[in-house]
């Protein structure tokens, strides 16, 4: 009987949380139908001022991705509003179990801060390279890259030629004096990934 009580109980509480009307008995005639709500709720005349009608004000809000929240940690801040990062972040729940978030959101964070960084780089260098004409600029790396051959000729034994050479089948292009600024640096960018032992 205990149980029975528990089981009234809940209901109750259930039916309060619904918000549906007390029942005065606990006949059958008595239950509550939502069919019989909604015909009396269409049924109920409104009582409303006159003053409150014909007024109508568009209200308007704007979201911003800030991050996501998991495990008490913020992740993906500083992805730009309607981005691919975004979209990212916002695809991840439920697809895997707890670790695997926490991995994904971590390299996820990793990837995206190296990926500013970069593009702050690539701004500041373009704000350097700005006042600098582009022929003196070309020269300029065209010298980088032949210091950067001889030292990686000394370091390797091998000969500037078969260094170019192997540059240019990794990187694509004509020779160094035919090569373009940005096919220049892509062979500076190989080089130096060489040097940190990524041939």
């Given at each position: 009987v205990p149980l029975l009580e528990l089981a009234g109980g809940m209901e109750v509480e259930r039916d309060h949380a619904l918000d549906r009307p007390e029942r005065?008995?606990?006949?059958?005639?008595?239950?509550?139908n939502p069919e019989d709500a909604l015909v009396a709720k269409a049924n109920q005349s409104e009582k409303a001022s006159s003053d409150l009608l014909n007024q109508f004000e568009?209200?308007?809000?704007?979201?911003e991705?800030?991050?996501?929240?998991?495990?008490?940690?913020?992740?993906?801040?500083?992805a730009e509003v309607g981005s691919e990062e975004e979209q990212e972040y916002?695809?991840?729940?439920?697809?895997?179990?707890?670790?695997?978030?926490?991995?994904?959101?971590?390299?996820?964070?990793?990837?995206?801060?190296?990926?500013?960084?970069?593009?702050?780089?690539?701004?500041r260098q373009r704000a350097d390279n700005a006042g600098v004409p582009a022929h003196k600029r070309r020269a300029a790396k065209r010298k980088e890259l032949q210091h950067l051959v001889s030292t990686w000729a000394r370091r390797s034994g091998?000969?500037?030629?078969?260094?170019?050479s192997q540059l240019r089948q990794r990187?694509?292009?004509?020779?160094?004096?035919?090569?373009?600024?940005?096919?220049?640096?892509a062979r500076i960018a190989l080089l130096r990934e060489w040097f940190v032992g990524r041939r």
């Amino acid at each position: 009987v205990p149980l029975l009580e528990l089981a009234g109980g809940m209901e109750v509480e259930r039916d309060h949380a619904l918000d549906r009307p007390e029942r005065s008995g606990p006949s059958e005639d008595d239950m509550w139908n939502p069919e019989d709500a909604l015909v009396a709720k269409a049924n109920q005349s409104e009582k409303a001022s006159s003053d409150l009608l014909n007024q109508f004000e568009v209200l308007g809000a704007d979201a911003e991705f800030d991050g996501v929240l998991f495990d008490g940690s913020s992740w993906g801040a500083g992805a730009e509003v309607g981005s691919e990062e975004e979209q990212e972040y916002l695809g991840i729940p439920g697809l895997l179990d707890a670790d695997q978030v926490a991995t994904l959101l971590r390299a996820r964070q990793a990837d995206q801060i190296a990926s500013q960084k970069r593009s702050r780089d690539a701004a500041r260098q373009r704000a350097d390279n700005a006042g600098v004409p582009a022929h003196k600029r070309r020269a300029a790396k065209r010298k980088e890259l032949q210091h950067l051959v001889s030292t990686w000729a000394r370091r390797s034994g091998d000969t500037h030629a078969v260094i170019h050479s192997q540059l240019r089948q990794r990187c694509g292009g004509p020779e160094v004096a035919q090569a373009s600024t940005e096919q220049i640096e892509a062979r500076i960018a190989l080089l130096r990934e060489w040097f940190v032992g990524r041939r």
